[in-house]
């Protein structure tokens, strides 16, 4: 008979077991064996409240994946200590993983029963991690109403089990997006925290404007301010002189501004945000592209909203750009956040009034006066267009208005002269309008919820390049006919509504926008709520 002294820990009981395992001679791992039922019976036990861990667990006949005495189990385990630990760098709640708490847990094992417990504890974590660095912290609905994105959570059991049958480092590093964007923001932070660290980009500049010429203390600040952000050389001008205009244009074209060189108010807040506020906009950047961790499309249309612009991407390059206007910040008019497939466009179309607009809006004008907003057609539930004089319009209130608002074809047209349609309950779509001159500011949230473009017919013409020997002609003739026209997109494309405060492009410096509806900062306060935590600045 073989004895030996009880090592303490998860490497001691393994030790022990794989000593017994030899004197028996037991070619099979030692727990997987049925004269080792406490293992079993407290892995069931602790996995009884997650009915997907305790899934996983029956199909293997409650053998070990991380607390065996094999090789590929000791890899597993020291994979995700790895993953955990480094956790913080993707922007993820350390604290919500407990790594002290883990490596307590694996060096005080001192029976079966803790060892299975154990067992699933790992698991338990792994799935925590994997849900959080492959499709985010926090749910999007959750957090704001107008982020109505439908996150693709993986399944749990099937995580584990293909997890088993993989290399474990490398399936824990390819959980998280693998978009260009992904890599490029996590560099991003990286950056930010180490001039965190050395205490930012210095003194804010004490003023609210300056323009060429200027001289004095405050230009003094502004020169040493774009001096830190990388955007000048080092000077001891004083003056605001050609240089500093340079560097204060790319800036603001950085920042989604009119470069003009002038260094107005929304340039100087731009300028004066602190390191820590464009970290937070990094990190939620980052989780959105945790919630988009899924195939976006070879082709799509890409619409950022705070950017103002709506874009088709062609394998991962902008083939189009245009300005556009999107919801104004107030009440149900901001801009959903969501995805889904274009699949038409209509040429010369009707507005259908949204019955919000119409009852909120309209119907209070006309019951003061029934010929009010007379550009519209009053229609009934046949379609028919009913006189309005044979309407009394006081009779009814917003819930009993029985008639829908219409408005034909024209290039007065609230919808303009085209729109761009991806059926969604939201009833949102990418639309012209006759109303261009919004597209000269820098901030353009005025619609009532739909995205206006600043180029639809050259979006059009895009669009159609991919069908159509002559994209131009099609378009035009159907314009022509002053008719109602629908067009199908023989290859539907995907269409994503998002909002990015911060951008990585591939070439050149990162690019932030202000946050227009405030969402950021409700997704930020939730990661915090979570465990995310944000470096001080150094004193």
Request: charged content about 20%; aromatic content about 8%.
């Amino acid at each position: 008979m073989i004895s030996y002294m009880r090592p303490k820990g998860l490497l001691g009981l393994i030790l022990g077991a794989a000593l017994f395992a030899t004197a028996s001679m037991s070619p099979k791992p030692v727990f997987a064996q049925t004269q080792f039922p406490a293992f079993a019976q407290a892995v069931a036990e602790a996995a009884a409240r997650d009915d997907e861990i305790a899934a996983f667990y029956r199909q293997n006949g409650y053998a070990p994946i991380w607390t065996g005495t094999g090789a590929e189990d000791r890899a597993r385990r020291a994979a995700l200590i790895n993953a955990l630990a480094r956790a913080d760098d993707h922007g993820l709640p350390l604290a919500a993983y407990d790594i002290d708490g883990l490596r307590t847990s694996l060096g005080s094992v001192v029976s079966k029963r803790d060892l299975g417990r154990l067992e699933v504890e790992m698991s338990r974590l792994f799935l925590l991690y994997a849900r959080h660095i492959q499709t985010g912290i926090v749910t999007p609905a959750e957090v704001d109403s107008g982020i109505v994105r439908q996150v693709d959570l993986r399944d749990r059991t099937e995580l584990l089990n293909n997890f088993t049958n993989a290399v474990p480092s490398r399936f824990l590093k390819e959980l998280a997006p693998t978009t260009g964007e992904y890599a490029l923001l996590m560099k991003e932070k990286l950056r930010l925290e180490g001039l965190l660290a050395s205490g930012g980009w210095g003194p804010a500049v004490p003023v609210q404007s300056l323009k060429p010429g200027n001289q004095g203390a405050a230009v003094v600040a502004l020169r040493d301010r774009l001096t830190a952000l990388g955007y000048l050389e080092r000077s001891f001008t004083q003056t605001y002189d050609a240089e500093i205009q340079r560097a204060v244009q790319v800036a603001q074209a950085d920042y989604g501004l009119n470069p003009d060189g002038v260094a107005g108010s929304a340039t100087i807040n731009q300028i004066n945000v602190p390191v820590q506020k464009r970290l937070q906009s990094v990190l939620v950047a980052m989780e959105r592209e945790r919630w988009m961790n899924f195939d976006r499309g070879t082709r799509h249309v890409w619409v950022n909203m705070v950017d103002f612009t709506a874009k088709i991407i062609d394998d991962g390059e902008v083939t189009f750009r245009t300005r556009a206007v999107v919801g104004k910040n107030t009440g149900d008019r901001r801009t959903p956040e969501f995805s889904d497939v274009m699949e038409f466009m209509i040429i010369n179309p009707s507005w259908n009034v949204p019955r919000s607009i119409a009852t909120k809006e309209y119907l209070p004008r006309m019951m003061e006066d029934p010929s009010a907003a007379g550009h519209l057609e009053l229609v009934d539930g046949g379609g028919r267009v009913v006189s309005r004089d044979s309407v009394d319009f006081e009779a009814y209130t917003p819930r009993t208005f029985p008639y829908r608002l219409r408005q034909p074809p024209s290039r007065g047209n609230a919808l303009g002269l085209v729109k761009f349609m991806f059926p969604n309950r939201h009833n949102i779509y990418l639309h012209d309008t006759p109303s261009k001159s919004l597209f000269a500011r820098d901030v353009r949230a005025f619609s009532h919820g739909c995205v206006r473009l600043g180029d639809p017919f050259d979006f059009a013409y895009a669009l159609l390049a991919k069908q159509s020997a002559d994209p131009h002609g099609e378009f035009q003739a159907a314009l022509g006919s002053r008719r109602e026209t629908r067009i199908d997109l023989v290859q539907p494309i995907p269409v994503h509504l998002v909002y990015r405060t911060a951008v990585m492009p591939a070439k050149g410096n990162a690019q932030y926008r202000n946050d227009v509806y405030g969402r950021d900062g409700r997704i930020f306060a939730a990661m915090v709520a979570a465990g995310v935590v944000i470096a001080t600045p150094a004193s």
